[in-house]
């Protein structure tokens, strides 16, 4: 999975053909030249006024900034406020008019309508997004909560290579109480219009904001998790000699004082939190039982599959891939001497019983992982044309916002690739089936989302705001595609891998099912969660996870199946059409070398390869 900041820039793609008519092949033969020059001059034209807007854009999201690589606005956080949204929404729009004045769009190659229709696409995305946004009050996410997101974008996106990042990372810690005060001003708001975070989400808050806030400085005890951080930061500045020891004392000094000073901020939080936890919606807690919610997931739904299918539509695919991948468990099953699927789930209990992680399996895990990830990065070569070219690593989640079977997810490298791409993994609770580990590693990792960051924003030639973009759908799709791939490309050690491929796959159709039926079919959490562990076949405690976090985050677990299913579609019709001329290295770097981009863009741009590759 991989997490997006709290103002992702969604983009899409569109490609319209550019005909040129000749009545002689002379005139074509000169037109054609003629035509390809407009467009590349035009081309240029636009990516320089895109990047002109895109600066402009950056400007208003220093949180985006960072994860840039750009050191200006490093000190400030996003305006989280509706003022900022709605202006926001309104210069989206201002500058795709600015755009449509500027350009013809059929003076472009298809490359170039391409950057004009996302430009133009999102500032209509946007829009639908914003009209959602009392739905999405700051503490309501499972994932994206603003007492835990603004320490783990200190912890781990903000870099500290110099004395100024040092400076700005203290300023932004002196800058969080407002950040945090704001977000529980609007999460009262949508309080009021019927919209509660679920008591389970809410006993997150406390308790999460109390870790955050205890050890030292606080009191007696370990670090708390961002001095911790700072300290260390500092004294890597120290040692590497850009920092001496009595400047670096004084600022240590002043990030003390600041993180002394999140205690009241905390302290606000937890005393809204326990105020309302006793009444704190809890069982049957969709989308379906707010004010509107059935309109608000529709419009999620739209926005995270980047299609039309309705709810209805996707519980369907849902039950009919479950139904697809259990039969391919069974007939796998039986491959390795096994009466049934469920035989073979029987012998990797019997052989893995559930046990709590350990810092002794902690450590193999990890170790295992990172092996892994480094021995099918070099499996790459002959499947992609295009390769990864910064570090990949997988560390352990943040103890703040580490829980007992919280999903992993992925993070970009930094531009400039100082910041390796990231898995992070939860390494708390029952430890899974170890063969479990290679699928997600794949997901995440190689060939999955750190394969696809890394390539994303090393993207070259093209307008800026491209290497910025993310699709739930295209991403997610892919991620899930990735583990197909990793069989396809003889990474899996045994077949217990290969199984536990399929029970991976068995999940995310269980998604479509259980994310439906919470919200727009009445499923109770428990209902929800009975269905995961039963049909799902996750752990209980895993199950309860993952449910709690579609609760507060409807229709994102759509996207991965929905994505997959897709992507499977689209390759095995080239397969079909293309028969030996079909390339499947031409076909990944279609898929992931060119940005993220809608499900339907992605059908047009295949296609488009198709035809041309048929010839």
Not at 67 to 83: F, M, P, T, V
Request: hydrophobic residues 40%; charged residues 25%.
């Amino acid at each position: 999975m991989i997490k997006f900041s709290a103002n992702p820039i969604y983009s899409g793609i569109a490609a319209v053909s550019l005909a040129l008519f000749a009545t002689t092949a002379l005139s074509a033969q000169t037109a054609a030249p003629a035509a390809a020059a407009t467009s590349a001059s035009e081309d240029a034209r636009l990516t320089q006024f895109l990047d002109a807007e895109f600066a402009e854009y950056v400007k208003t999201q220093p949180q985006l900034a960072t994860r840039l690589g750009i050191k200006a606005g490093g000190d400030k956080w996003n305006d989280i406020s509706d003022k900022a949204a709605d202006a926001q929404v309104a210069w989206r729009k201002a500058s795709a008019a600015r755009m449509k004045a500027q350009f013809d769009r059929s003076k472009l190659s298809p490359e170039g309508q391409v950057n004009y229709d996302i430009w133009a696409l999102e500032a209509e995305r946007a829009a639908l997004s914003n009209k959602n946004r009392i739905y999405r009050p700051p503490f309501y996410s499972r994932l994206y909560s603003a007492h835990s997101q603004l320490p783990d974008f200190l912890i781990n996106t903000h870099n500290v290579a110099d004395v100024t990042d040092l400076k700005n990372y203290i300023a932004r810690l002196n800058g969080m109480p407002a950040v945090l005060d704001l977000a529980l001003a609007r999460t009262k708001a949508s309080e009021k219009a019927g919209i509660r975070a679920p008591k389970f989400q809410v006993d997150t808050i406390i308790s999460s904001s109390q870790q955050l806030t205890s050890g030292a400085p606080f009191g007696a005890g370990p670090d708390a998790a961002l001095w911790a951080d700072v300290k260390a930061k500092t004294a890597a500045l120290v040692t590497a000699g850009k920092l001496p020891q009595a400047e670096a004392d004084g600022l240590l000094a002043k990030a003390k004082a600041a993180i002394l000073n999140l205690k009241p901020a905390y302290g606000r939080i937890i005393s809204w939190a326990k105020a309302g936890l006793a009444t704190a919606p809890s069982g049957k807690v969709g989308a379906l039982t707010l004010p509107g919610g059935l309109d608000y997931y529709a419009n999620e739904l739209k926005l995270v599959t980047t299609t039309d299918l309705t709810a209805d539509q996707i519980h369907e695919i849902g039950l009919k891939e479950v139904a697809r991948i259990e039969a391919e468990q069974d007939a796998l099953a039986r491959q390795a001497g096994f009466a049934d699927r469920s035989a073979f789930y029987a012998e990797r209990k019997r052989l893995y019983p559930p046990q709590p992680f350990t810092d002794e399996t902690r450590a193999e895990y990890l170790k295992t992982a990172n092996e892994f990830v480094q021995k099918t990065r070099t499996l790459l070569p002959g499947y992609f044309g295009t390769l990864p070219a910064y570090g990949i690593e997988v560390v352990r989640e943040p103890a703040f916002s580490e829980v007992p079977g919280g999903a992993a997810h992925a993070s970009q490298p930094s531009p400039d690739g100082k910041r390796p791409a990231r898995t992070y993994v939860h390494l708390v609770g029952t430890r899974p089936d170890p063969a479990a580990m290679y699928t997600l590693m794949c997901h995440e990792a190689v060939p999955g989302h750190n394969t696809q960051g890394d390539i994303q924003v090393r993207q070259q030639g093209g307008p800026k705001f491209r290497s910025a973009t993310g699709y739930v759908a295209f991403g997610e799709g892919w991620g899930l595609y990735a583990e197909a791939v990793c069989k396809e490309m003889g990474a899996f050690p045994d077949i217990a891998a290969d199984f536990m491929r399929l029970d991976a796959e068995l999940f995310r159709a269980a998604r479509l099912v259980v994310d439906t039926g919470l919200h727009a079919k009445g499923w109770t959490e428990d209902q929800a969660v009975t269905y995961m562990n039963t049909t799902g076949r996750q752990p209980i405690e895993r199950s309860r996870s993952e449910i709690r976090r579609y609760i507060t985050l409807p229709g994102q677990a759509t996207g991965y199946k929905i994505g997959m299913l897709k992507i499977m579609e689209l390759r095995a019709r080239a397969e079909k059409t293309l028969g030996p001329k079909f390339d499947l290295k031409g076909f990944h770097d279609l898929l992931i070398a060119s940005g993220s981009q809608p499900l339907s863009i992605l059908e047009r741009r295949v296609d488009e390869w198709i035809a041309k590759a048929a010839g």
